[in-house]
Nanobody
Framework: QVQLVESGGGLVQPGGSLRLSCAAS????????MGWYRQAPGKQRELVAA???????NYADSVKGRFTISRDNAKNTVFLQMNSLKPEDTAVYYC??????????????WGKGTLVTVST
């Protein structure tokens, strides 16, 4: 009964910016790591960025220097600020979180994705 809902995707021109948000809700006891994955047509899903509960980030090499992941623990929300977007960033972006529910069982949860299209 935990849900992750992404928002903020859309169409943007190359060089533009978007800010994705992912809010977790439901029977949440605590949230550990959170992250963003993406999957482009015909490609494997890949990790874009992750952030620990303490705020330590990790990025895929392809987005370093352009994307910034952050979180608001009080709101159970993770963000992905995407700058200098390139056509190759086009993908469905999925939110992921390691969550302990009321049952205290720690497991991964996934959002349904938000589409980011970088094109002229």
């Amino acid at each position: 009964q935990v849900q992750l809902v992404e928002s903020g995707g859309g169409l943007v021109q190359p060089g533009g910016s978007l800010r994705l948000s992912c809010a977790a809700s439901g029977r949440i006891f605590s949230i550990n790591a959170m992250g963003w994955y993406r999957q482009a047509p015909g490609k494997q899903r890949e990790l874009v960025a992750a952030i620990t509960s303490g705020g330590s980030p990790n990025y895929a090499d392809s987005v370093k220097g352009r994307f910034t992941i952050s979180r608001d623990n009080a709101k159970n929300t993770v963000f992905l600020q995407m700058n200098s977007l390139k056509p190759e960033d086009t993908a469905v972006y999925y939110c992921n979180a390691e969550i302990s529910s009321w049952s205290r069982l720690l497991r991964d949860y996934w959002g349904k994705g938000t589409l980011v299209t970088v094109s002229t």
